[in-house]
């Protein structure tokens, strides 16, 4: 085993490692290591804080302060298809309100929350900075722009339908 | 590096450049990548690759925004003593027909050697793609995708900023050079002192693009007063208002521009670190200044010896996490200092006190853009653009209920009507204009009767709104104005950092009874109370989010009062509302 790695043997921790290696264990890069980690983990666990405040020296206090401050960081994970709405003032102006409306009520889950089965997450993003398109939504990765309610439930029921399928599948091999 | 061998540097590319008997620049910005842009210029290179042309014949060039964010993808096509040509929505099929049109193919087939970033073909594949290039040629509908280059849209536009977006590769070093970059660093390292940098940027009339407008060279000689061995250079590209995205696309297509205004800014204040902050919801600018940097520092731009001479100065990114509120100048150093970006009182102004207590330089990403056009053309020349107050170009995100929506360009004092009806080209369908919305959530709404009205900071702000950093929203009769101005107190709310109480409450109060009248519970007073309430935080609050959120009420209560007494009006007044305000 690698002297460097995290003794859970997970190599995640060492990207936020780099990171900290890179700004010196400077307590001012803690955004740095965070948005890391972020990256790294997809969200922020509990464990995860701890880690950061004792490898740079920080009171967890502050980490957390800091962590809860900033909107990008997350504390629970993802579900395994994430649908983001754009509600900037374009794409509120073009009815972005009625596609979140729409999700939520297709998936009874509100947005920022994720689906029981741990398949699907509505989010929102202030502003994605396509406004041309609007209004824009991100499925996975995959911009698209100048959607409507009905387009996007349709595309997103398609890509889950496909997963629970998939699930299915596996749990008949097992 | 020196300046000789920058020059020579610069030779050599627009050599190459020149060879080429057509350019075609392919839009990879973030608006066009949405729309499919990734696609097209894949298809390009592909189709370019298995035609096997001569080798100057053609080049596919990605390059950034265009402009016309609606029509993405955009593809233009440069041949020698021809004008360009534009292309919309160019689909992966379109691209093709475009390398039909554009592109002769050679009679024999042979393996394809592998140049820089076309992809590797096989015989095969080259036979492929050939023969779906004849289909695509036969098809006689590219001329329906054509756009004309003398629309009002780009007519109608003066580029200052704005200048190489759209004509060169932004991960290029050497093709910002041919179009003569970092010539006015050069310029002002060679023959100017720190002093008369910033009589030349403040004689210009430049006021900060970030919103407030304080004069640009007035700051930078605050700074270049202050005594001290170390000072900073912040570039703020924080950009937080939904619906703008000027700043991103500066730094995603013309990194270098913004990195010279930085560095002379830097040698005029006598600063030798400097920060760009931008905003973590932008991974393209932030991988392109990271590129541009790293370039620059190979070439010696960036350095201990900025080319060749003995001012140093280096230059790192600090990447935001998502707060409307660090935006903020005092937010935005605490936030680089890896704390929570909450605002502090001024003074002291960062010009004395600013990171880690150091005298410190903040502008705005388009504010830095300017620098290098100003030095290179002279501050009369910038200081003839515009209106007597209000100097120069102003960059605006077109947005919203309009036939035309993107990135523009336009001198200050241009009227609004020019931009709705001419540029825009109007709301289509059946929708009428109602308002412009300016400044995002910390500007107003200025209906049809002020659309004769010059837009500058001056008289923006006599109309109850704001220049702000540049987003301008359009809206039809199809929006109703509280609802509007409800969606902007909702994000108030969300981005106030909490540390002041006319903010945190406040914001929380006025949405309530923007709630209360919305649905129908409104009594009469609730109206004086709701405009009360936003002049107290308005009046009261610590920075600049809290003393501009109530702005889009007060200025839909100012020209929509009708919207709002509808509401009220419509719903018997005895037992409505809870009483909760």
Redesign the interface.
Known sequence: MNANQHLSGDERYTAIDRTMEQFRF???????V??TAQEAFGYLSEDLLIYVSQKLKVPLS?VY??ST?????TFSPLGEHNCIIC????C???GSDRIVQALEEAFGINAGETTTDGLFSLTT??????????P?IVIDGQ???KETPESVTKHVKGVISLSREEQLVELEAT | MNNAKLEELALKERRRQAKFRRRIFCCTS??C???GAGLTRQTLDQAVAACQCDEDEVEVVPTGCIG???R?PLVRVEQKQQGPVLYGNVSAEVAQQIVARYVPVRASVDEVENDGDSAQLSAHDILHFRSSLRAAGKKKELDKHLIPLDLPFFAKQVRVVLTETGQINPDKLEDYLAHDGYQALAHVLENMTPEEVCDEIQRSGLRGRGGAGFPTGLKWHFVRQEEHSRKFVIVNGDE??????MD?TVMEDDPHRVLEGMIICAYAVGANYGYFYIR???PIAIRRIRRAIRDARRRRILGQSVLGTDFGFDADI???????VCGEETALIH????????PRIRPPYPSKSGLWGLPTVINNVETMANIPAIITRGADWYAAIGTEKSKGTKVF?L???LRN??LIEVPMGITLNEIVHEIGGGVPGEGEFKAA?TG?PSGGCIPSTYLDAPVDYESLSKLGSIMGSG?L?I?DDS?LMPEFAR??MD?CVDES?GKCVPCRVGTVQIRKLLDKIISGRGKPQDLEALDKLCWLVKKTSLCGLGQSAPNPVLSTLRYFKHEYEGLIQDIAPVEAGNGQV
């Open positions: 400077e307590k001012d890069a803690l955004l740095e965070l948005n502050r302060g800091v401050f900033y909107h990008m960081f509600t900037g003032t374009a509120h102006v073009k993003a202030r502003c994605l900075g396509s406004c041309g398109l609007a824009v911009v698209r722009g | 973030t608006a990548l949405s729309a016309l964010c609606s993405g937080g208002d939904p619906g703008a995205y991103r973590g919801e932008y600090r990447i935001g996490a998502g707060a409307f936030s680089v200092e890896g704390k929570r970006g909450v995100a947005a919203g209920q929506t993107g919305q995002g987003g929203v809206i929006t969606f902007f994000f950092c």
